[in-house]
């Protein structure tokens, strides 16, 4: 092994020992949460409604309902999914945070979901914090992701052929062998298959923490543009000096309305924001339920329901659509289910990468021993061996 290959792989080794831990955490927790809208929908049944041929409940009905049956609770967003799909209201109270699903035709409510309590949500959690606080955690998920980028690519300079001969073994694992080469092999060839996936899924991963990477995508796509982030992401204001006394409709209803006339196709309508008194309620369209791309873009004042910013995705740039598609690209779903697979094996493969890896250090490290030990012994019966020889001829 050249001195540069040594290098390399004294950096390998340490940054696996850094960051393996916490990469075995975050790959796993992926590999659960990439099913997750499938399996709730299998698990909970409130998810889902019959389709009726009439028009859902307004917002402000919704929001009435929910908040009548949950008297004590402050209201913190709504959206509607799907024509089959309840819709679901946020309120949060001492329990924490409810996500109720109620049937968006006849306002029946059909399921409370505590977020603090659903499994998805605190593997969620651990899969982006590691169940720290917030900030803290995403900065250790954070650095372990990026020392992870550096591995990938460290792995495959040590794995890489040198002869053309090679390469076919290189690309294969031996299943026959004995099972240190099969655990040999699973490190180098999986992590070699896994690498292009793996790199982005961690970039993806990390513009959901950091707001410089997401900035760095943003400009990345929007190389040769005049664009400004700024200009595009512009948060607008309530106006707070001219706040009817009395509203025939009310607001949330009317930026619903504005939005069915606006986006016609759209199956799943977000609406979120508007806390404080000068806020905004923020909204998003999307085509399809529980996908996050392709989304139009809405700010309304939340005290009359005008229209303050409407940015279709049609009108958006390279770089705001590919943030906006940035969780679907990380779970797979930018592909439909082929891509949910991929995504979920290359997670897979990302968390026994740290296994395997520690399995290999493990039989170097207690081979080198026994190798010194046999290297002695041959030394010392060679040495007798000339000894005796020496004797003999004199």
């Known amino acids: 092994m050249t001195a540069f290959k040594k290098a390399v792989l004294f950096i390998h080794r340490w940054l696996g020992f850094t960051s393996g831990l916490v990469v075995?955490?975050?790959?796993?927790?992926?590999?659960?949460?990439?099913?997750?809208?499938?399996?709730?929908?299998?698990?909970?049944?409130?998810?889902?409604?019959?389709?009726?041929?009439?028009?859902?409940?307004?917002?402000?009905?919704?929001?009435?309902?929910?908040?009548?049956?949950?008297?004590?609770?402050?209201?913190?967003?709504?959206?509607?999914?799907?024509?089959?799909?309840?819709?679901?209201?946020?309120?949060?109270?001492k329990a924490g945070y409810h996500n109720v699903y109620i049937n968006q035709y006849t306002g029946k409510i059909q399921g409370d979901d505590i977020m603090e309590k659903n499994f998805f949500v605190i593997v969620e959690f651990i899969h982006l914090y590691l169940l720290l606080p917030p900030e803290t955690g995403k900065v250790v998920v954070g650095v372990a992701v990026l020392i992870f980028v550096a591995l990938m690519v460290t792995g495959i300079v040590l794995w890489w052929p040198k002869r053309k001969s090679d390469r076919k073994r290189s690309f294969t694992v031996k299943w026959n062998g004995r099972w240190r080469r099969v655990n040999y092999d699973l490190h180098n060839v999986l992590g070699f298959y896994a690498t292009s996936v793996a790199i982005v899924l961690a970039i993806t991963g990390l513009s959901m923490s950091f707001q410089w990477m997401e900035r760095a995508i943003y400009n990345t796509a929007n190389i040769g543009r005049n664009i400004n982030h700024d200009d595009e992401e512009k948060a607008m204001q309530s106006d707070t000096l001219n706040i009817p006394s009395t509203i025939?409709?009310?607001?949330?209803?009317v930026a619903y309305q504005t939005i069915r006339t606006k986006s016609p196709d759209a199956s799943m309508i977000v609406f979120y924001g508007g806390e404080k008194k000068s806020d905004v309620l923020n909204a998003m369209s999307y085509p399809k339920p529980l996908y996050f791309s392709y989304s139009d873009s809405y700010q309304f004042d939340k005290h009359t329901g005008k229209l303050l910013s409407y940015l279709p995705n049609t009108q958006k740039s390279p770089g705001r659509k590919l943030n906006d598609m940035n969780y679907d690209i990380h779970v797979g779903q930018i592909a439909g289910l082929p891509g949910k697979i991929i995504a979920f094996l290359a997670s897979l493969i990302c968390a026994s990468l740290p296994v395997t890896g520690f399995i290999i250090w493990l039989g170097k490290r207690n081979k080198k021993p026994k190798a010194k030990k046999i290297r002695a012994i041959t030394h010392k019966k060679s040495h007798r061996h000339l000894v005796a020889s020496t004797a003999e001829k004199s």
């Open 24 to 93: 075995f955490i975050v790959s796993i927790t992926g590999c659960l949460f990439c099913f997750q809208d499938e399996l709730q929908d299998m698990m909970h049944d409130y998810r889902k409604v019959q389709v009726m041929y009439k028009p859902a409940l307004k917002p402000s009905e919704l929001q009435g309902i929910v908040l009548k049956q949950f008297p004590k609770s402050v209201y913190a967003g709504m959206a509607y999914i799907a024509p089959d799909r309840a819709a679901q209201v946020r309120v949060t109270d």
């Open 248 to 253: 025939a409709v009310p607001a949330m209803d």
